[in-house]
T-cell receptor, first 119, second 118 residues
Framework: GAVVSQHPSWVICKSGTSVKIECRSLDFQATTMFWYRQFPKQSLMLMATSNEGSKATYEQGVEKDKFLINHASLTLSTLTVTSAHPEDSSFYIC???????????????FGPGTRLTVT | AQKVTQAQTEISVVEKEDVTLDCVYETRDTTYYLFWYKQPPSGELVFLIRRNSFDEQNEISGRYSWNFQKSTSSFNFTITASQVVDSAVYFCALSEALGGGSQGNLIFGKGTKLSVKP
């Protein structure tokens, strides 16, 4: 159980185009999803937190108009990188946390990541 | 502020050696959670362990063991008799309790790259 998928696993796009990344919790309902970004040989940095049905909370320094996050259902969150540029090339990882009320609710289940390359 | 420090950037050992990966954390909360993840070259994070702040018992799982010491704010990870397949980047992470403005997101250390040579 507790599987999170991401699609696509990798994508190459041209500068100026937009890319959408999907994060799905396959066998549980995720009230909260997190989006992380990892540059090569660096750690994971939280970009934003999204709660189902409400606006995402962005970390300082992350442009909300550039990284659009939608969490329209309890099993799906999307990250859209708008007008992508080469500096947006990175590994994007989502994680999902199950509904509260259980000890396991502190557990985050990570997706396999999406490698974005902007040319 | 919360912070996780993994002072060892890279470690290289020969197969069958024991190796300890250090993790020191900072938090003002009394309730928090500590994690270790493994990230192989494929990139996917592999969950290894979660510990809550009230449970200081050391844990052993096969060749893996964890030493949690609140007095020194450390949560070290030891691999016994290392194998080539253990080669990966290992991340220590901290999560504070939900509420009080915290969403329970993970704060990661910078990671330690472990290379196990045959």
């Amino acid at each position: 159980g507790a599987v999170v998928s991401q699609h696509p696993s990798w994508v190459i796009c041209k500068s100026g185009t937009s890319v959408k990344i999907e994060c799905r919790s396959l066998d549980f309902q995720a009230t909260t999803m997190f989006w992380y970004r990892q540059f090569p040989k660096q750690s994971l940095m939280l970009m934003a937190t999204s709660n189902e049905g409400s606006k995402a909370t962005y970390e300082q320094g992350v442009e909300k108009d550039k990284f659009l996050i939608n969490h329209a259902s309890l099993t799906l969150s999307t990250l859209t990188v708008t007008s992508a540029h080469p500096e947006d090339s990175s590994f994007y990882i989502c994680s999902a946390r199950a509904a509260l009320g259980l000890a396991a609710s502190y557990e985050q289940y990570f997706g396999p990541g999406t490698r974005l390359t902007v040319t | 502020a919360q912070k996780v420090t993994q002072a060892q950037t890279e470690i290289s050992v020969v197969e069958k050696e024991d190796v300890t990966l250090d993790c020191v954390y900072e938090t003002r909360d009394t309730t928090y959670y500590l994690f270790w993840y493994k990230q192989p070259p494929s990139g996917e994070l592999v969950f290894l362990i979660r510990r809550n702040s009230f449970d200081e018992q050391n844990e052993i799982s096969g060749r893996y063991s964890w030493n949690f010491q609140k007095s020194t704010s450390s949560f070290n990870f030891t691999i016994t008799a290392s194998q080539v397949v253990d080669s990966a980047v290992y991340f220590c992470a901290l999560s504070e309790a939900l509420g009080g403005g915290s969403q329970g997101n993970l704060i990661f250390g910078k990671g330690t790259k472990l290379s196990v040579k045959p």
